[in-house]
Every structure is written in structure tokens, then in C-alpha cells.
């Protein structure tokens, strides 16, 4: 163009202008939430990195759970050659062998920070708690890293994907990774069904009844005591695979 920028500056005001696009306040409100401090190297890194920074940067620097985080990670577009460089490297970093007791204790510690810093106000906020969506997370992303160095055919974006991968390895009991992935579909809906309702973190028992009613529908469950009962059962039974799994041998 009539005014050429390094390739650093422009992807970097092109980034600004897609996350601009993504967050304008729109009359039925933003679009998407886009939290810019959670990039490598914090709210004062480049918006825009090369592949080889990023990289790097899990490599030498990256926090355990910023290596949780990057099993989730997906690519959304790019040419076929990027897109394979960025996916080797992306599995070097997670099948890096690691140390197993200091990889547990940093997922334990985390998962207790965040249950100080932000408890769940009722059993119907499915994210923050204790069996809930956050502890699911936690077990698929911990025995991911902590055995992809020898299986790397684990690995996978999807937390129910997860946990199928690593009963077909025979890392996960069968009937326990079945548990597993029904607790996650099913905290799922009921997360998807609240947001669409009254928001993620509002008490249902405090909802009219003809809400109370089509929550329990959304969940395929017939009434809303049922659909009470399945969340209080379900994070039980998660709360104690998550008890085995991670925070008992934490405490060794």
C-alpha cells in the first residue's frame, strides 16, 4: 500500500481491529468477551506473535496451567503449512516429558486458588463448583500431560474426547471415563440452559417454576427436583474421581 508497515506492527493493528469487531457494543449487547490479559507474557505482551515466540514462550516460560489451557487450544484458521508447523509444536510442548509430582501439585494448588478466590454461590453455578465443570477440566487436562510424553494419541481439545482417549489407553478405568463424560454433557446443558435463561451463575431455586420446568425439559429430566437431585449426584460423584485422581495423591 501507499504506506507499508513491518510485518510485527501490521499483524499487530490488524489483531486490534479483529478484537475491536469482536467486542462493539451492539444494541442485543457484545458479541464476545475477549480477555487480551490471558496471552503470553501477560496484559503487556505483543497482541500479535510470530510462531516461533509463541512457541518459545511454552516452552521455556509457560505455568502449568498455561499448559492445561494449551490442551484445549484449536486452530481456527490458517494454510496448510502453518497449520501443520503450529500443530507439531503445539504437541512437542504437550508431550513434553514432565516432573508427575510437581505437575500434580501445581493442578492441586490451582484448583484450591481458585476455590478461595471464586466459590461457587449455589450448586447451580456448574463451573465453579466442587464436581463441577472446573474439576472435569482439571482431571482430562492433568492426566493428559501427565501421560502424553508416552501417549500421545490422548490428546485432544475435548474434554469428553479426553477422557475416551484415555480409556481406550487404558489410563482411565472404562466405567470411570463413561462417569466422566456423562458429567460433562450433563453440566453442560445445564450451564447452556441457565445462560440462556437468567445468566451462568444464577441460583435456579430461586426461578418461577415455569423456568424451573423448562430447565429440567432441557436437560431431558421430567421435573425440577430430578434435575436437582442428577446436579447434586453427579458433582458428588465427580468431586470424589477428582479426590482420587489429583488432590489425595497431592497430599501424598
Not at 457484545?30 to 496484559?43: I, N, Q, T
Not at 493442578?107 to 450448586?123: F, N
Request: a neutral charge; aromatic letters at 8%.
Amino acid at each position: 500500500g501507499d504506506r507499508p508497515l513491518e510485518a510485527g506492527q501490521y499483524f499487530a493493528k490488524l489483531a486490534q481491529r479483529f478484537i475491536n469487531a469482536l467486542t462493539a457494543p451492539t444494541p442485543e449487547g457484545v458479541l464476545y468477551e475477549v480477555d487480551m490479559r490471558l496471552r503470553p507474557s501477560g496484559k503487556a505482551g505483543p497482541i500479535a506473535t510470530t510462531v516461533a515466540g509463541f512457541l518459545a514462550y511454552y516452552d521455556a516460560q509457560a505455568w502449568t496451567w498455561e499448559h492445561m489451557a494449551l490442551t484445549r487450544a484449536r486452530l481456527v484458521w490458517a494454510s496448510p503449512a502453518l497449520s501443520a508447523k503450529i500443530d507439531d509444536g503445539l504437541r512437542a510442548i504437550l508431550t513434553a516429558e514432565r516432573d508427575p509430582q510437581a505437575l500434580l501439585s501445581d493442578v492441586a494448588d490451582m484448583r484450591a486458588r481458585i476455590e478461595k478466590e471464586k466459590p461457587a454461590k449455589s450448586i447451580w453455578s456448574v463451573k465453579y463448583l466442587r464436581g463441577g465443570l472446573i474439576d472435569l477440566e482439571f482431571i482430562a487436562q492433568y492426566l493428559q500431560l501427565h501421560h502424553a510424553n508416552r501417549h500421545p494419541e490422548i490428546l485432544s481439545g475435548s474434554t469428553e474426547t479426553a477422557f475416551e482417549n484415555l480409556a481406550t489407553a487404558s489410563l482411565l478405568a472404562p466405567k470411570t471415563a463413561e462417569m466422566l463424560v456423562r458429567a460433562t454433557r450433563f453440566m453442560r446443558q445445564v450451564q447452556g440452559m441457565l445462560r440462556l435463561t437468567v445468566g451462568p451463575a444464577f441460583d435456579a431455586d430461586q426461578l418461577p417454576q415455569s423456568l424451573q420446568a423448562a430447565l429440567a425439559r432441557g436437560a431431558g429430566l421430567e421435573d425440577f427436583a430430578t434435575l436437582r437431585t442428577r446436579l447434586i449426584e453427579t458433582a458428588c460423584e465427580v468431586e470424589a474421581t477428582y479426590a482420587d485422581i489429583i488432590e489425595k495423591p497431592a497430599r501424598g
